[in-house]
Structure formats: C-alpha cells, structure tokens
C-alpha cells in the first residue's frame, strides 16, 4: 500500500521503499570547424551532435569527426587547451557537458626542381610544409633559357607562372620549365650588294 502526505499512524510492521530517478544529462560534441559524421547513439551531424547520458555512466563512443588537412588530436572540453577526455572516462556528471575536437594541422613534403636553374636570392625552399601553408617560390634564372612555368604536382596537377604557391592535401612537388633564348642575327653587306634577311637562332648553353 502507497501512502502520502506528511504523516502516518503505524500499527502493524512497515516496509519502506526509497524510489530514485538517475538523473541524464546531454553531451554535446562540437566538430570546432570539422565535419561530424553518423555515429552510432549520437543524434545530429555536421557541427555537431548530441547524445544523453546517465549520472555515473561511461562516455561509450565518442562521434565519428574529420577535416581537411588536418588530424584529430581528441576531445577537450575547450575548444583550446581544456581537459582530454576518452571514451572510458565515468561521467558523474551533474550538468550539461560540451565536448569540442582539437586538431593538429597535416605535414608534407615539398621539393622543387630547379633543372640547371638557380633560386632567387634570398629566398629558401622549405622541405616540410604545413596545409593551406603559402610558399614564395619567386623566379628563378637560367643562363640561355627563359622561365617559362611552373609545374606543380600534388593535390592534383597544375602549370602556373605565379611566384607562390599555396600547398592542398599532399606532398608537393614543383619543377621549373625553360625554354631557350633565341636571338636575332643582323647581316652587314658592308657596302656590297643585295640583301641578307635576319637570322633568329639559339646560342648553345656554354657558348662564348
């Protein structure tokens, strides 16, 4: 038999039951400029998701998140510095808690080729670049040729006479193409007669 109210005349034994409601709160996972994907017992995608959590329980799987050009480096609960958490960790929590993703921006390689060419002065060509990192290539020079472009591999292939570039999703490889200077060759008839047209030819490299 339930009773309520304040009090209660006992006249016979009595059992008393304690009923208790274990309290839930609800984690929120921020993507911090990533993209969070589905995952299972979490609700929402993309900035982020949410899932509900009882007092006293593990955090269980943390979301599915990623990012371009960078690696997730874990959960915190600050979008910079904060405390690590993992999917092990006992909440007894007693309020809402947001999670955020930190991320260490991906390294690569980067090698140029000048092929006979010599780099500008003061400048270096670094050999690990960090994503969406700028380089200043500037424009190289070779005796008897003329720069003509760059060739970048990559994040893809392109050909580009711009003195930077901008590094995507990989390792990065930029080759320098020449082509030979051509010059022009006047004739002097020296007050003979007749004409002698004008010669356009390529000086070989080394040529004195």
Same mark, same amino acid.
């Given at each position: 038999?339930?009773?309520?109210?304040?009090?209660?005349?006992?006249?016979?034994?009595?059992?008393?039951?304690?009923? !208790?409601?274990?309290?839930?709160?609800?984690? /929120?996972?921020?993507?911090?400029?990533?993209? =969070?994907?589905? /995952?299972?017992?979490?609700?929402? /995608?993309?900035?982020?998701?949410?899932?509900?959590?009882?007092?006293?329980?593990?955090?269980?799987?943390?979301?599915?998140?990623?990012?371009?050009?960078? /690696?997730?480096?874990?959960?915190?609960?600050?979008?910079?510095?904060?405390?690590?958490?993992?999917?092990? =960790?006992?909440?007894?929590?007693?309020?809402?808690?947001?999670?955020?993703?930190?991320?260490?921006?991906?390294?690569?390689?980067?090698?140029?080729?000048?092929?006979?060419?010599?780099?500008?002065?003061?400048?270096?060509?670094?050999?690990?670049?960090?994503?969406?990192?700028?380089?200043?290539?500037?424009?190289?020079?070779?005796?008897?040729?003329?720069?003509?472009?760059?060739?970048?591999?990559?994040?893809?292939?392109?050909?580009?006479?711009?003195?930077?570039?901008?590094?995507?999703?990989?390792?990065?490889? %930029?080759?320098?193409?020449?082509?030979?200077?051509?010059?022009?060759?006047?004739?002097?008839? !020296?007050?003979?007669?007749?004409? %002698?047209?004008?010669?356009?030819? %390529? =000086?070989?490299?080394?040529?004195?």
């Amino acid at each position: 038999m339930l009773y309520s109210g304040n009090s209660h005349t006992v006249t016979g034994n009595v059992t008393v039951v304690s009923s !208790a409601t274990i309290n839930s709160y609800t984690l /929120t996972a921020n993507a911090n400029s990533g993209t =969070i994907s589905s /995952t299972s017992g979490w609700t929402g /995608t993309g900035s982020s998701a949410t899932k509900s959590l009882n007092y006293g329980a593990a955090y269980g799987t943390l979301p599915s998140v990623s990012r371009t050009g960078y /690696t997730l480096k874990g959960w915190y609960t600050s979008a910079t510095g904060g405390e690590k958490y993992n999917e092990k =960790i006992v909440t007894n929590l007693t309020s809402n808690l947001n999670l955020y993703a930190q991320w260490e921006t991906n390294a690569y390689s980067f090698e140029v080729v000048l092929n006979g060419g010599t780099k500008p002065s003061g400048i270096t060509y670094p050999t690990t670049v960090a994503y969406n990192e700028e380089v200043n290539l500037g424009t190289p020079t070779k005796t008897g040729y003329n720069f003509e472009y760059w060739e970048i591999t990559g994040d893809g292939a392109i050909k580009s006479t711009s003195t930077k570039v901008k590094v995507g999703t990989g390792n990065v490889k %930029v080759e320098a193409h020449w082509s030979p200077k051509e010059y022009t060759i006047s004739f002097d008839t !020296a007050g003979g007669t007749g004409t %002698v047209n004008n010669k356009t030819v %390529v =000086i070989p490299t080394g040529f004195t």
